[in-house]
């Protein structure tokens, strides 16, 4: 059986996005967030939609992953790419990660968090995955297993590049439709799309990437609290440039 994708991404690190592309992928069928109804049941996290999310979605997670193996158990020639939340793992057997190719994304805090707390003003470390991101990196790494890392800066910044880098680490062919879409919504959309992917729906590639040239005062705490997860696993992040060519 071919190994599923999952992509355990944090909030606003451009991850619907990165779905749209890996969905141009003849080879490749996107699933978007299959754990958001179970984490949201469990950890009573308010969120946009947190209701119509719950009872749209089964949220049983440990079943949500079994019925996603026996689905690509059924799907001998297409790989699913699963774009997940690292958050949302939790009161979880987490034994699935040996089965699948993990990809981590993330994205610096300086530029995610502005984004991150117009949807949830009073986000703390534990809504952004960073921390969670780095203990399933490092538990997959002690075991021996080599999970690739995404950063969403030196994705915008060279799109091509770091897509090749990528598709060769999880032995998926590299198209060049996987750099643009049609700008409009697609039918694997969680329910949620409304609340949160505005810019997606209107984008037909990966935007330009453009650093935020003000940070709020009042974020600086969370900034804190987030940086040093963000370095540790940006230092293993594929990079735009040959020079910082990490893969």
């Known amino acids: 059986m071919l190994e599923p994708i999952c992509l355990w991404s944090g909030p606003r690190n451009v991850s619907t996005a990165l779905m749209y592309s890996f ?16 984490y949201l049941k469990l950890s009573q996290s308010e969120h946009p939609g947190r209701d119509d999310i719950i009872a749209a979605m089964n949220c049983d997670g440990d079943q949500v992953m079994r019925d996603l193996f026996a689905r690509q158990a059924d799907m001998p020639d297409t790989r699913l790419f699963i774009k997940h939340m690292a958050h949302h793992l939790i009161d979880l057997d987490l034994d699935f990660l040996q089965r699948t190719q993990n990809i981590f994304l993330i994205r610096d805090p300086r530029d995610m968090l502005p984004s991150l707390t117009v949807q949830l003003p009073n986000a703390q470390l534990k809504d952004t995955g ?9 538990s997959l790494s002690d075991a021996g297993l080599k999970p690739s890392v995404l950063d969403a800066r030196e994705l915008l910044t060279n799109p091509r590049r770091v897509l090749q880098q990528l598709c060769s680490q999880i032995d998926v062919a590299f198209s ?24 997606v729906h209107q984008s037909t590639g990966f935007a330009p990437y453009q650093a935020k040239t003000e940070f709020p005062d009042h974020l600086q705490a969370l900034l804190d609290d987030c940086q040093p997860w963000y370095e540790k696993l940006f230092a293993h992040a594929i990079r735009a440039n040959a020079d910082g060519d990490n893969s």
């Open 176 to 199: 060049n439709t996987m750099l643009s879409w049609e700008a409009k919504a697609r039918p694997e959309d969680g329910v949620w799309a409304p609340h949160w992917y505005h810019a």
């Open 23 to 38: 969905a141009q992928n003849d080879s490749i069928s996107v699933v978007d967030e299959p754990l958001y109804g179970h």
């Open 130 to 138: 960073f921390k969670r991101q780095w203990e399933i990196f490092s």
